[in-house]
């Protein structure tokens, strides 16, 4: 409806519209403000992509679907809000806001898909829900995060499927689980036929809280055996 209107810079939407369809504002290069309705139920793919102004976006809690590359290439995009309820984030949904510096990702997010915050270089902080299951390919790559934390437990936390394309921003770090208090140091494994090393503390763990996809060799799967620290 408003494709490539470069003279719109805010706008209300009514709370009857459903359904923002796909490309609706792409590249709507000088909007910087919108406020979406309460009743909205579905955001289609590209639907606000290449808006470089917008820097902020609340979803409300209504909506169900929210599509691929939605907020691709929103470059002052600084914090959102996703509703909760949520059980995946869509691929590319984020990818290049090169200023997103906060988000929200909803307890209830169990996929993150591929590329959905690449080049996020402003995100510092991230937090993963505890009902995380999965991260795709690519899902941070590029990405400058500098702490993350898991509201789960170390025991939750072995058991998400982390692909290892493109998600060294994961998975070189510190992982601090919030549900028990424990920080997580990772050392990737440079050979498949070595163990990675995830040490807690006063203990070592051999193996790595990952899956690896595609599936590796039993040897890089988290071992629950305990070898003690030196």
Sequence with gaps: AFYGCEKLSAIKLPNSL????ERA???CSNLEDVELPSNLSK???SAFAYCAQIKEIVLPDS???LGEFVFY???SLRKVKLNEGRINIASNLFDNCQSLAEVKIPDSVQLIRSYAFRKCASLDTLVLPAELKEIESRAFEDAKIKTIEFSGTVEQLKKIKISKTGNSAILNGTIKTLAD???IVLVPDEKQDKKDICKDESNIFSGSFLHVSPSPP????WSAQKIQSE
Excluded: P, R
């Design 18 to 21: 459903k359904v923002i369809e």
């Design 73 to 75: 290439n929103c470059k």
């Design 25 to 27: 504002f792409y590249k």
């Design 181 to 183: 208090g424990k920080t």
């Design 218 to 221: 039993l040897a890089s799967y």
């Design 63 to 65: 909506i169900t679907s």
């Design 43 to 45: 955001i289609e793919d």
